[in-house]
Structure formats: structure tokens, C-alpha cells
């Protein structure tokens, strides 16, 4: 099985030639990160240092999504795979193991409700023409949903509205650890619920408080948000496994070049919560949509609408 990136790591900082290997990869990946222009003396050696990482473990190694020290682990994997990101949306390797699996995906509420016996669950039977509110009730039945629900709920209410008072940083933070923590069972529940009507398609598309989730006072330019996307190293891996299992494809029954529909919409989940935050862009319709203009891009405007594209039109999500 793949090692995960800390521990591979460690065994190659055990290891004297590995280890003066990876240390010029870091040097390569921090130059990078901080868009310093690599001469051809350079770019050759952090070629050759990727190249030699060809038969440790480093090479082949992954995250989990919901790991402790995620972030020392992604940091890890991007360090051994920076020349993927040389083209703007080259990063079809998700540095995330094991997307999830179709029948996994399949829960209903009653086995959840049998979950959580002993709880009230009259409210339940009440709440049958507003999925979305029935979303929430069952997560009301859970410690830990409720609490982290209340948690990202409080954050990003905090002076909703003004861009001033609202700490949008602190909110996708809230937002991360709602979705990372929280069973999935009931993630995704309040997320994608199925509305017939607009009252219940509002409280679906407020499920991320988008005024301060997603709503800037004027929509920046999505290549704006792809660049900050990309000097962060969730959002890169949360882009990276989005675009490896959500590429859409005409022949596959899912739309999905991966044949996989569930990892496609846990990989939408995934970047909740990060500077490429989507949300449903109605009351009135499943549509998704990053919040961001391809308006004024100049000659970058085929890139841009790339970007806007994988959510827009994307047969698979």
C-alpha cells in the first residue's frame, strides 16, 4: 500500500543521499512558491533531484482528507511533484488516497436515525417536504454536527453582509473543519439535499453562509482566485482531486471520466472552505458556480473560462 507523506518522509531524511536529494527539491518547490525565476542550471537540478526520488517511497506516496498534520503531508507531496504545476491546470494527480466509494454514498436516513436511537427523532416524520431542513435536524441529533455546524455558523455570521467585519479566513477555516470532521453521512445531507421547492433550495444554497463564504462586494477575476488558490497547499490539493475526479467525459453512464459520481461530489465538498469555495448559484436550481468573472482577461480569457467551466458545465459534477 502507498506510505503516506509524513512517514515517507521520515525515511528519507534517514537516508544521507535522500536526504540531500529532497533538501534541493525544497529549495526548487520554496523558489517556486515564491515565483522566483529558476535559471537552466537550476531548473536541470530540481529536474534530476524529482527524477532521482524515482525509487523511494516519496514518489508514490499520499494524504488522507481527514488526517491530523494534513498540511505538513500535502506540503510533502507538493515538494516531490512541483514540476506538475508548472501549467495552470496540470495537476490531474490528487495527492488524496482513495476517493469514495458509489455504495458508501448510499445512506438513507433511517439507517442514520437508527444511528442515533434514543434521540428524538419525531421532528424527522415532520420535515418530509423540506429535505434541507431535515438535513439539518438529523445533524441537530449529532454532538458533534451541531456543534461544528454552530461553530462555522457563528464565524461566518459575524458581521455578515459588510466585508469589513467578516473574517473570511476564519469562516473557511469553520467550513473545513465542519466538512473534515463530520461523518460524511451527514455532510453531505445538508449539502446536497434534493429541493422541489425555492424555500427549500434557499436554506441548500445558505448551507456555507455564502456572504462571507463565497460572496466577495464585486466578483474578482477567476484567475485571480486560481492564483490564490494555488499558493495555498489545501486549495492546490483540494483543485488537484477535484480536476482528477470530476473531468467529465460523454461516453461514461456518470459523466465522469473516473466512472465515479460520489468522488466527484466528495472532491466538491473538499474545497468548501477554500479560496475556489462553489455554491449553488440559485434557489431554484442544482447549477453550481464559483464566484468570479471571466469579463476583462484580456488574452488569458480562454484560460479563465477553463476555470469557470469545470463548474458550470460540467456534465460529471
Not at 465542519?178 to 436554506?203: H, M, N, S, Y
Request: proline share 4%; hydrophobic share 30%; glycine share 4%.
Amino acid at each position: 500500500p502507498r506510505s503516506d507523506c509524513i512517514a515517507a518522509e521520515q525515511l528519507c531524511l534517514s537516508d544521507p543521499t535522500c536526504n540531500a536529494t529532497y533538501r534541493t527539491l525544497e529549495s526548487c518547490a520554496l523558489a517556486k512558491t515564491r515565483l522566483l525565476p529558476l535559471d537552466h542550471d537550476s531548473r536541470v537540478r530540481c529536474l534530476n533531484a524529482e527524477l532521482d526520488l524515482g525509487h523511494s517511497s516519496l514518489l508514490h506516496c499520499r494524504c488522507q482528507r481527514r488526517m491530523r498534520r494534513q498540511e505538513h503531508c500535502l506540503r510533502v507531496f507538493w515538494t516531490v511533484h512541483s514540476s506538475m504545476t508548472d501549467g495552470y491546470l496540470s495537476l490531474e494527480t490528487s495527492p488524496y488516497e482513495n476517493p469514495a466509494i458509489e455504495e458508501h454514498w448510499k445512506t438513507d436516513y433511517n439507517k442514520l436515525a437508527a444511528l442515533l436511537s434514543g434521540r428524538d427523532c419525531s421532528q424527522l416524520a415532520a420535515d418530509a417536504t423540506n429535505p434541507c431542513l431535515k438535513a439539518t435536524h438529523v445533524c441537530n441529533l449529532s454532538k458533534k454536527c451541531v456543534r461544528l455546524r454552530t461553530d462555522y455558523a457563528s464565524i461566518c455570521t459575524k458581521g455578515a453582509g459588510s466585508e469589513d467585519t467578516c473574517d473570511r479566513r476564519k469562516c473557511h477555516r469553520g467550513l473545513r473543519n465542519f466538512f473534515e470532521k463530520v461523518p460524511e453521512d451527514f455532510t453531505r445531507r445538508i449539502l446536497f439535499c434534493p429541493c422541489q421547492d425555492e424555500l427549500c433550495g434557499e436554506r441548500r444554497r445558505k448551507t456555507i453562509v455564502p456572504d462571507c463564504s463565497f460572496q466577495y462586494s464585486t466578483k474578482p477575476n477567476c484567475l485571480w482566485l486560481l492564483d490564490s488558490c494555488l499558493e495555498d497547499h489545501i486549495c492546490k490539493s483540494r483543485l488537484a482531486d477535484f480536476q482528477q475526479n470530476c473531468q467529465p467525459a460523454d461516453m461514461s453512464a456518470h459523466g465522469c471520466s473516473q466512472h465515479s459520481h460520489a468522488a466527484c461530489l466528495q472532491a466538491y465538498m473538499g474545497l468548501i472552505g477554500t479560496p475556489m469555495t462553489p455554491n449553488y448559484v440559485s434557489n431554484s436550481s442544482v447549477e453550481v458556480s464559483l464566484w468570479c468573472t471571466c469579463e476583462s482577461s484580456g488574452n488569458q480569457k480562454e484560460k479563465c473560462d477553463q476555470i469557470l467551466g469545470m463548474f458550470e458545465s460540467n456534465k460529471c459534477l
